[in-house]
Nanobody, 118 residues
Framework: VQLQASGGGLVQAGDSLRLSCAAS????????LGWFRQAPGKEREFVAH????????NYADAVKGRFTISRDNAKNTVYLQMNSLKPEDTAVYYC????????????WGQGTQVTVSS
């Protein structure tokens, strides 16, 4: 499984940004695709995930109501729409994949930097 994240950048507080994660290497019918982030000096934290087949989603409390995760099965791509960005959202964002909801995220893409200025 290969995951390629893109879409990061420098934005101002209140702006929006959309991250993309292109997945390849196999079929993903039972997989869970997720986004994580790691801010400087902090541990990596969960942001959101989506099940590939049903599109069920889950979000960290810190991003609920502001971020939306979605997927395009035809393009094998997962998106993270980030609205109302805050300086505390600044981090390197990683996409990851797990074989199922009960599995760990073992496939990781490279990170994409998101910087939100105040």
């Amino acid at each position: 499984v290969q995951l390629q994240a893109s879409g990061g950048g420098l934005v101002q507080a209140g702006d929006s940004l959309r991250l993309s994660c292109a997945a390849s290497g196999r079929t993903f019918s039972n997989f869970v695709l997720g986004w994580f982030r790691q801010a400087p000096g902090k541990e990596r934290e969960f942001v959101a995930h989506i099940t590939w087949n049903l599109g069920s989603t889950n979000y960290a409390d810190a991003v609920k109501g502001r971020f939306t995760i979605s997927r395009d099965n035809a393009k094998n791509t997962v998106y993270l729409q980030m609205n109302s960005l805050k300086p505390e959202d600044t981090a390197v964002y990683y996409c990851a994949a797990a074989r199922s909801l009960s599995s760990s995220f073992i496939f990781w893409g490279q990170g994409t930097q998101v910087t939100v200025s105040s």
